[in-house]
C-alpha cells in the first residue's frame, strides 16, 4: 500500500508564535473560510496549563487547549482539517466513530504514514451520521492520550433538532500529583488489571466546574469519556434526565438507569437534561462530583421533551443470513520483553504494533458486504469497551442483560459477559478492533479486521 499526503510544512513555520494579549502562544486554530484546502487548522503542540492552581503542568494540546479545540461540521457535508504537528514526536488523527475512507482513518502504517515533528497532514472526508464523536492519535497513545490529546468532534443535524441549547462535557482524570507532575502513565501492574488510573478528574479540563446552563430549558448534554482509562458511573441526582444518544447513534428517549450509567474510554452519551428552574445539580461518578450544574437566568417556561433524534443511515445487518465470527478477550501475560510488555490478547494472539513497512496480519477477513455477527466474549473479570474502526455496529445480545437493539462504535464487555454484535461490511480496508482502555491496547488487546 503507498501513502499520500503528508507533507513537510513548508511556509507555514511563523504560524506557531503568534502573540495573543502579550503571551507567547504556541498554536494557533482557525476556520478561514477564504482557504480553498481546508476548513480547520489544528495543531498539537505542548501547553502549560494549570490543573493544579499555581502549578503548570506540561500537556499536549490540540488548538491551544487540552480537551481539544471542539471541532463541528454538518452531517453529510466535508470535514477537511489541516493537521500540523508540533510535537517532538510522530502522531496522528484518527475520528474515532467516523464512517470514513481507510486512508483518512488515522492508524500509522495501516492507513498513512506517522506525521512527523513539523510535518501536516491534510485529513479530508465526508462525515455520514450526526452526532458526538471525537478524536484522538493511534500511536504511543497512554503517552499521547494521557497528556492530552483528545478532543470532541461534532457532527450537527442536517435539519434543527428539537434541542435549542446544548453544551458539550469532556471527561477527563490527569495522572498528576499534586505539585502538577505528571505520574506514570501506564503503570504495568495496573495495565494488567483496570487500566491505570489517573487522580485529577476534571470536566473539559477543569477540575470539578460549576456550568451555568439556562433555567428551565431542556439542555443537549454531550458527554464524552475522553479518559483513557476510566470507566465513569454517570448519575444526576435529582435531574430530570433522558438519554437520547449513545456513542454518536440516536435510540428511543430512555430514563438515565437507576445506578447510573456506565460509559467507558472512548464512549459517548447524549442526555436531555431539564434545568431546573433555580438552583444546582451535580454531575457525578459513583458518589463523586464531576461538575456543579447551575441554573442561571429567568427561568423558561416549561417546554415538552424534544423529539427523537432523527436516525443515522446504518445498513441494516441481516441476522438471518449473517456468518458467525468468535472473539476471545483475555488475559495472557508475556514479560518476554519487559520493557513492552504483553498482558492481552484477543483469540490468542497479542497485537504487535506494524513496523514500517510491514502491513498488520488481520485476525478475520470480511466480504464486503457481508453481514457478521460477532461474538465477544471477556475471559476476564475487567471491563473491556471494544470498539470497531470504520463501521457501525448493532448490539443485539448479551448473556448479562436485556438487549433492546442500539448501534453503536463501542460496547463495554462486562466482566466474563459474552455478546453479540451484528455489522454490514459495507466499508473496504483495514480496521483496528481493539479494546479501548489504553492500557490494554497498549499491551495486546487490539488487532485489525479486514474488509474486501
Ligand atoms: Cu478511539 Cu482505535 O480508537
Ligand atoms: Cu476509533
Ligand atoms: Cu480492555
Redesign the pocket.
Known amino acids: 500500500m503507498s501513502f499520500s499526503r503528508r507533507q513537510v510544512l513548508a511556509g507555514l513555520a511563523g504560524v506557531g508564535v503568534l502573540g495573543l494579549g502579550g503571551t507567547a502562544v504556541r498554536y494557533w486554530l482557525g476556520r478561514p473560510h477564504d482557504l480553498a484546502t481546508h476548513d480547520y487548522q489544528l495543531i498539537a503542540a505542548p501547553l502549560d496549563v494549570e490543573l493544579v492552581a499555581g502549578q503548570p503542568s506540561t500537556l499536549w494540546a490540540y488548538g491551544g487547549q487540552a480537551p481539544g479545540v471542539e471541532l463541528r461540521c454538518r452531517q453529510g457535508e466535508r470535514l477537511r482539517v489541516r493537521f500540523i504537528n508540533q510535537l517532538s514526536e510522530p502522531t496522528t488523527i484518527?475520528w474515532?466513530g467516523i464512517r470514513l475512507p481507510i486512508d483518512m482513518d488515522g492508524v500509522p502504517y495501516i492507513s498513512q504514514l506517522p506525521v512527523r515533528p513539523g510535518e501536516y497532514f491534510d485529513y479530508d472526508f465526508v462525515c455520514p451520521d450526526a452526532g458526538s464523536f471525537w478524536y484522538?492519535p493511534?500511536t504511543a497513545s497512554s503517552e499521547q492520550l494521557g497528556r492530552g490529546l483528545v478532543g470532541p468532534l461534532i457532527v450537527e443535524e442536517r435539519q434543527p433538532t428539537g434541542f435549542r441549547h446544548e453544551r458539550t462535557l469532556c471527561l477527563k482524570t490527569w495522572a498528576v500529583d499534586e505539585q502538577g507532575a505528571f505520574m506514570p502513565l501506564l503503570v504495568p501492574r495496573e495495565a494488567a488489571r483496570a487500566g491505570t488510573r489517573g487522580r485529577l478528574a476534571t470536566v473539559n479540563g477543569q477540575p470539578r466546574p460549576v456550568v451555568d446552563l439556562p433555567a428551565g430549558e431542556v439542555v443537549r448534554l454531550r458527554l464524552l469519556n475522553v479518559d483513557s482509562n476510566i470507566t465513569y458511573t454517570l448519575n444526576l441526582p435529582a435531574a430530570e434526565a433522558r438519554i437520547y444518544a449513545l456513542d454518536g447513534n440516536p435510540l428511543a428517549p430512555r430514563a438515565m438507569p437507576a445506578k447510573g450509567l456506565r460509559l467507558g474510554p472512548?464512549m459517548r452519551v447524549d442526555l436531555a437534561l431539564r434545568v431546573p428552574a433555580s438552583g444546582e445539580l451535580a454531575l457525578r461518578d459513583g458518589p463523586l462530583r464531576l461538575a456543579t450544574l447551575r441554573a442561571v437566568g429567568a427561568p423558561a417556561e416549561a417546554s415538552d421533551w424534544p423529539a427523537p433524534l432523527p436516525v443515522n443511515p446504518i445498513a441494516e445487518p441481516d441476522l438471518q443470513r449473517a456468518e458467525l465470527l468468535r472473539f476471545n478477550f483475555e488475559w495472557a501475560a508475556s514479560l518476554a520483553d519487559p520493557a513492552d510488555p504483553v498482558y492481552w490478547q484477543i483469540n490468542g494472539k497479542a497485537w504487535q504494533s506494524p513496523a514500517p513497512g510491514c502491513a498488520a496480519q488481520p485476525i478475520a477477513r470480511l466480504r464486503l458486504g457481508g453481514h457478521y455477527l460477532f461474538e465477544l466474549r471477556n475471559l476476564s473479570q475487567y471491563l473491556h469497551p471494544i470498539?470497531l474502526?470504520g463501521m457501525t455496529f448493532k448490539v443485539v445480545w448479551s448473556d448479562r442483560q436485556v438487549i433492546e437493539p442500539w448501534y453503536t462504535d463501542t460496547y463495554l464487555l462486562g466482566k466474563n459477559e459474552t455478546a453479540r454484535i451484528a455489522l454490514v461490511a459495507d466499508n473496504p480496508g483495514l480496521w483496528?478492533f481493539?479494546c479501548?482502555v489504553v492500557d490494554h491496547m497498549e499491551t495486546g488487546l487490539m488487532a485489525a479486521i479486514e474488509v474486501a
Open positions: 484518527h474515532h484522538h493511534h472512548g470498539h474502526h483496528m481493539h479501548h
